[in-house]
């Protein structure tokens, strides 16, 4: 006979193989996919590399390389400023717009529903259909933008052809892209605050400006959080649309280069170089981890205080 | 059904199916071939076909991949022990990067007795600087110089440039007939490579890369320098907005009619009479310095042809490639393909192609994709990257000529001064 501890205790074995076996898949693919690539690049990152073989073990060589020494520091840095660049202009055109349409979404003027399914539709296609849409649009001899420039008798330049321009061009792109991603965001944050809070304001004698400003920025502070923080991820990591629109090496002349092309080429190689460096390619892989999770870690503390506070 | 027999026999079943499947894939007796070149499908299907008829038994499988991640694909197979049985393999550097470590087989006169049909040169394409072993059978040599469209030229009462100065000349004539003169843009950083070498070439002379390999001179260079200038003058030439005109509309520009040349290599010959049949291509070397001086077009040897070392198929695999060295193979694909084969027996069956073959003879060497292209930072990336910029306005030629020879002085000891 079985005593009730004892069937207890079996239920309580069964209940955890139960939840191990549930896990069990998830845990594998993560495993497979997620942990083993990220530990082999880890550990690709301290090797010197003959071809495709690790062929010796060189400690931190690979990251003074690609941080401090001569050819590479030079693009390393070159490129990070580039991102850097990205993530502010994305921070102010792609994010301020964004909170600007939230408002006007907010006010439930006539054909907002309309409206929001248009600013969300471009999100859900693919960066590279987008990427080569704008390519087109932006070609100096077929694009639409210099097609219609001619309209109102302007010169249209080549875009992604100038070394002032291309950097931007693809900046707008990703900003048409993107933009109803946080405009949504800012949105479900707004409509979270109390309609007496705002008519309360408004009884008070605020307009749209001091509304905007001192009523709702504050009470959207974890719409925000999130903004931030995602738009920090993506533009560090940058990659899909330079590539599409620009390739790999950052034409013209590296004017669009950004960490993940310059990471892409040094390990893959290019189409005019078949050369892989699998060693300096992790590392910079290994660098570009660390820098976005050590930052978006510190902003989230800070902007997750700053909620409170607000 | 409890589940425990429920589970033995859907593990018996996959247990079959695995095991047809295996047998079913070792009795076709299947090779697979991979390859850049997808345009190239219906030629490669059909010669596989007589490759097969040649030897019962063994049928060949063409699979294509993008070219720009062809590289990327095949390193990354080969490291996992996969990929293609025969790979087309790229040439000098790029062969270099997927050879060093073991993937390919080498090749010598034991196993690919056919190796002697090749010349030096061609061999030396397809070696490894480290051991001096063959590890491909090369295709094919490829001559860059000017495609011109006769037809056009004809209609507008110019005559196709010989020299620097009927080049300058012919530009000015045909931009009053509303044609551009110049197909290229710079907006695609490898064709730039291509277009400073094909003009400045007969500049610099063959003499000049003799003195530059032996290290007594470098790519800063006053006569290179100048040579490079030249190339500002060729701005007006070239469609509006050239700085964001990429290879796919020069092609276009060129295929529809609308520009005259298109600077480019033999390669680029098959696809455009396919694109436009009607279009009167001819191949002229780039203009010379001046009247009563040589010109030279520039010529390189493209690809090959290596068997993977950790093919389950070798034995099947070397047949393919020791066939794919021989007139069967070289004399149909040089004609379908549009190239000059690198076999020292097969003459170009084609007019134009034998005009090129006879400019060969003179030819010089796409210089940084034969000698700068082993190690990081490479001759091309370092001379399409200034070009792009010279052509752009933010650089220099003596600062594109500084930037590449102190780039190179990395890895190239005779620049390490």
Redesign the interface.
Known sequence: MIRPRQRAATARWRLRLWILLLLAPGLAVMTLFVAAPLLSSFRYAFYRF????PAAFIGLANFRDVLAE??YAATTWHALAHNCIVFAALMVAQNGLAYLIAFALLKALPGHRLHQVIVFLPVVLSAVIVGFLWKLF?????GLV?AALALVGLH????????RTALGAIIFTNAWHWVGFPALIFLAGMQRISRETLEAARIDGANDRILMTRIIWPLVAPSATVVVILTFIGSFNWFELPYVMA???G????ATDVLGLYFYR?A??????????FGHGSALAVLMFLFIAVVSALALRVLRRREIEA | MSVTRFGRRAFAALAAWSLAGGIAAAQAGEITFWTWRQEDKAVYTELFADFTKANPGITVKFEAFP??NY??IV?TA??GGKGGDVLHA?AY?????????G?FLALDKQNVPELDNLPADAQASESLRADGKVYAVSLASQTLGLLVNKDLFASAGVAVPATWPDLMAACTALKAKGITPIAN??????MD?IFATVFTNPFLGPQWIADMLAGKTTFADAKFTAALGKLLELKPCL???????DYA?SQQ?FSAGRAAIFVGGSFEIAPFRRGNPKLNIDFVPPPAPAAGQPTYVSRFFDSGFAVNAKSANQADALKLVRWMATKAFAEPAAAKLGNISSLKDVAAADPLLGKIAKLNETAMPYATLVYF?F????G??LL???V??MM?G??TPAEVGASVTQ?LA?WYKPFQK
């Open positions: 003959d071809g495709l073989l001569a050819p932006f070609h100096p001899l077929f210099n249209g330049l080549p875009w992604l052809g100038d070394e390739g790999a090496t034409s013209p002349g590296g040094t893959f190689g290019t189409a005019a170089s078949g050369l892989t460096d | 070219n720009e590289n990327t390193t080969l490291a790229r550097g790029g062969l270099e990067a997927m050879a060093k470590a993937y843009g710079t907006a695609t950083p490898w490579a469609p509006d907005g050239f700085t964001g005109v509309t520009l292209r190690e990081a930072p490479t091309t990336d399409q990257e200034g792009q910029k752009g933010s650089m780039g990395r």
